[in-house]
């Protein structure tokens, strides 16, 4: 029972698996649509993981992918980013991630859902 209780608590403390677009201005909240438009077209390839998702992006999209990803953080604290550089200019990775839901959150907002 006492391992329920701390289990709940534990819970209790995480972020909800829902976006909080109020944690934007509307200037951010253009801005995040705007840089998540414009990765959408720079997709390579996606890849599926176990908790999340990988997308190869040209390494060009360095810059727009960290921007991306400073706001999107802001909406979303219970998603885990990772962005990652080849060497030799391969590719860039970038790939979100997190606890039990997140993956499933991210199909169906990302458009990655399979009906």
């Not at 909080?20 to 077209?41: C, K, P, S, V, Y």
């Amino acid at each position: 029972m006492e391992d329920d209780t701390h289990m709940s608590n534990q819970d209790a403390k995480r972020p909800a698996l829902a976006c909080d677009l109020g944690a934007m201005t509307a200037a951010q909240r253009a801005r995040h649509r705007d840089l998540g438009e414009a990765l959408r077209g720079e997709i390579r390839e996606i890849l599926e993981l176990p908790d999340g998702f990988t997308f190869r992006l040209p390494p060009e999209a360095w810059s727009t992918a960290a921007e991306f990803v400073l706001l999107e953080k802001l909406c979303c604290p219970f998603v885990r980013f990772q962005l990652e550089m080849s060497e030799d200019g391969g590719p860039l990775r970038l790939t979100l991630t997190g606890r039990e839901g997140v993956k499933e959150f991210l199909g169906v907002e990302l458009g990655l859902a399979r009906g």
